[in-house]
Every structure is written in C-alpha cells, then in structure tokens.
C-alpha cells in the first residue's frame, strides 16, 4: 500500500486477514459435500470439454489461482462474482418476505461504534465537503410494528471511493457507525454520498477483469446490516437512482427494490427514507 491509494496486494491481504480470525464452520455433511463436489467438477469437465481447454490455458489458471492466494484475494474474488448467488438461494430458499438483502462483501468490520438513533456518521473534516445525505426510516416487522431494540449498522466508502481498515491515512471507524434506533424503531443518519469505485484491480482479480475484457467499477452505494431480536438480520446494499454503474454493476449485486432516490429537504440536503421489515428468525 502506498500513502495515498490502497493497492490489490494491500487491500486483498487486509480483507483475507479479517476473513481469517473468523474461522466458520458450516456443519455440512459428507452425503451433501460429496454431492456438492461431484456437481462442481462435473460442471468444470463440461466447461473444459466444451472449449477444448489448451494445456498453456490451464498453466494460465493455475499460475492465476496461486497469485490470487499471494494476494489475498480470494475473499474479494469471490465475493464480487460468486455472493450475490448465495445471497439469492439463501433468500429465496427460505421464502423470506422482508427486505431484500445483498451482499455483503469484503470490506465488513463487526462491532462499529454506538451511535443515537438521529446521529452524524463519523467522519473526518475533508469527508464533510461532500455532499451530504440524510439517510431516515424505520425497522419493523412483516405487520409494519415498529422494533425497539433494533440496530442499523451502516459502513460505506469515502468520496474517493476507499474505506477504512482497508485503504491507508484514513481514520479507524470512519463512515462505520452501528446506529441503536429509538422506541419506534426509527432513524435518521447524516452522513456524506459515497462515490462509485473500482474494485482494487492492480491484482489477479483486475487481470480476471480485463481478460474478458469487463470493467471493475461498483455503483456508489451503502452498506447496512439490520439486526433486531427474534428477527432474521438482514445484510443489504442501497444504491442511486440515475447513478453510474447501477445497471453495469461488476459484482452484479443491484435490484430495483434496493435503489433510492434522494430528494432536496427542507434545507436544501439530498434525503430519502427507506424502511426495513425483517422476518422472524426461524
């Protein structure tokens, strides 16, 4: 990483280290791997079988495979092109109701700091020339009753599109923030627009990119986990309306249920509501 822009290399092992200290557990069984497995290789021979795959193209992958691992990469390779899959069976396997989610990408950090339920999100003075957004709603349940208890936590990039713990210079907790709503389970958060950007692409997954010749470009969006007890959390992405790459988006993860159009309030500051109604945890 530099002093002034995080590289692939800088970011990706930032991101596989967070992944790392989790160490999750899925309890799958050996039936139901070995199902899974047998698909997936049989779906790999088809691909090689029906492009005839060269020898020189498969040294290719495998010299790509290991770069990727140098890199820490893998936590941002596959979630650009793999989670929004996940997310998709996961929500609709379940039958689930309430709010569409996302996915929720490389750049997480668990336990932001506390903030009241009308707040500012923590940011530095060059972030507070940007324009500012009002982000208002409320969480509740399928019925529409409002969730005390419930918390909003909200993580999003900068204006130059760089978020903190993964890009250098830039305060810990900065535009990370997890927001405690009120008895009615009601908001309203002031933060800044976050800016589109580029996934880091001076790596493995940028030379994926241009090998296809796709774009590594995100819409500008915010990224929010929504909790409330006996409720199923959900993990969404909010998007612009009008905005750059929103119909273009690399890690494909934009639906029209999550895209907001913010309108001049009375003081003259982009707002817009936007309300969560979370299913039960079952």
């Not at 290399?9 to 047998?38: C, L, M, P, W």
């Amino acid at each position: 990483m530099t002093t002034l822009n995080p590289t692939a290399h800088g970011s990706g092992n930032a991101a596989t280290d967070k992944f790392k200290s989790e160490r999750v557990t899925s309890g799958t069984s050996v039936e139901r791997a070995s199902a899974i497995y047998q698909d997936v290789f049989e779906a790999i021979a088809g691909i090689i079988h029906k492009h005839e795959v060269t020898y020189d193209e498969y040294r290719v992958l495998k010299q790509w495979m290991i770069d990727v691992g140098e890199y820490g990469e893998w936590p941002l390779w596959l979630d650009v092109f793999l989670e929004h899959e996940i997310e998709e069976v996961h929500y609709n396997r379940k039958h689930f109701t309430g709010t569409k989610g996302s996915i929720e990408g490389p750049y997480y950090v668990p336990n932001s700091p506390k903030l009241p339920s009308t707040c500012t999100m923590p940011m530095r003075e060059k972030d507070k020339v940007a324009p500012p957004l009002v982000l208002k709603g409320q969480v509740t349940d399928l019925e529409g009753h409002g969730l005390p208890g419930a918390t909003v936590e909200l993580w999003h990039a900068d204006a130059d599109g760089f978020y903190s713990q993964f890009a250098p210079d830039i305060p810990e907790w900065n535009l990370r923030g997890t927001i405690e709503v009120d008895a009615n389970g009601n908001f309203e958060i002031t933060t800044l627009k976050p800016a589109p950007y580029q996934i880091p692409n001076d790596g493995p997954t940028g030379w994926f990119i241009k090998s296809y010749g796709g774009h590594p470009w995100r819409p500008a969006h915010l990224h929010l986990l929504v909790k409330a007890p006996g409720k199923r959390a959900v993990t969404t992405q909010l998007y612009f309306q009008g905005g750059e790459w929103v119909d273009n988006d690399v890690a494909s993860a934009v639906k029209p249920e999550l895209i907001l159009d913010p309108q001049p309030n009375a003081d003259g500051i982009a707002e817009v509501t936007y309300n969560f109604a979370l299913d039960p945890d079952s």
